[in-house]
T-cell receptor, first 116, second 119 residues
Framework: SQQGEEDPQALSIQEGENATMNCSYK?????LQWYRQNSGRGLVHLIL?????REKHSGRLRVTLDTSKKSSSLLITASRAADTASYFC????????????????FGQGTILTVHP | NAGVTQTPKFRVLKTGQSMTLLCAQD?????MYWYRQDPGMGLRLIHY???????AKGEVPDGYNVSRLKKQNFLLGLESAAPSQTSVYFC??????????????????FGPGTRLTVL
């Protein structure tokens, strides 16, 4: 079963606008990660936020994490046509005293289309 | 560095045929993973390995076998392909969580994928 549920499933915006994608999950986590996938390609890691962090920035990306609500959001500011891709959240679930062996559980993704 | 590479890129099989997908990484990563991605879905973990000579089952292991004889290679085998195994297969690798500055950092590096069709 999928740990992460992403919302919206698809998002269409104009260049220059901000894009916000949300991710909800079910169990306690060690960290939450966001990945990007261009059509027909492998996934590329964007950003990792640990369970004890609330917000993180990387360039035009801003990620928030609310562990009490088991949710995260990814904000892409001043979007560009080149940001058109699918975006996935992935959770590293906290085991009961054991290691997760780095395993990630991926959501179904948000398809972002940025129109020039 | 080439990163994570996968061969072949595309393959068409008939039901019942067998094949092996090869994943190679040159980043000296301990951990390696095989996923499948189906239309409109995220990635589902098939098998993974935490080091040379070790393998373990993921979420959807049935119908697949794996081997990790060398640290840099992770092979995924289909002994008797079925149409339900039509998918795009991705390999990924990562450092041992906690290997970097003592903090958990299991960012995964992905290969370009193998598109498999089973007729």
């Amino acid at each position: 079963s999928q740990q992460g549920e992403e919302d919206p499933q698809a998002l269409s915006i104009q260049e220059g606008e901000n894009a916000t994608m949300n991710c909800s999950y079910k169990t306690s986590i060690n960290n939450l990660q966001w990945y990007r996938q261009n059509s027909g390609r492998g996934l590329v890691h964007l950003i990792l936020i640990r369970s004890n962090e609330r917000e993180k920035h990387s360039g035009r990306l801003r990620v928030t994490l609310d562990t009490s609500k088991k949710s995260s959001s990814l904000l892409i500011t001043a979007s560009r046509a080149a940001d058109t891709a699918s975006y996935f959240c992935a959770t590293d679930a906290a085991g009961a005293g054991g290691t997760s062996y780095g395993k990630l559980t991926f959501g179904q993704g948000t398809i972002l289309t940025v129109h020039p | 560095n080439a990163g994570v590479t996968q061969t072949p890129k595309f393959r068409v099989l008939k039901t019942g045929q067998s094949m092996t997908l090869l994943c190679a990484q040159d980043m000296n990563h301990e951990y390696m993973y095989w996923y499948r991605q189906d239309p409109g879905m995220g990635l589902r973990l098939i098998h993974y390995s935490v080091g040379e000579g070790t393998t373990a089952k993921g979420e959807v292991p049935d119908g697949y076998n794996v081997s990790r004889l060398k640290k840099q290679n992770f092979l995924l085998g289909l002994e008797s392909a079925a149409p339900s195994q039509t998918s795009v297969y991705f390999c990924a690798s990562s450092y041992h969580p906690g290997a970097l500055s003592g903090k958990i950092n299991n960012e995964q590096f992905f290969g370009p994928g193998t598109r498999l069709t089973v007729l």
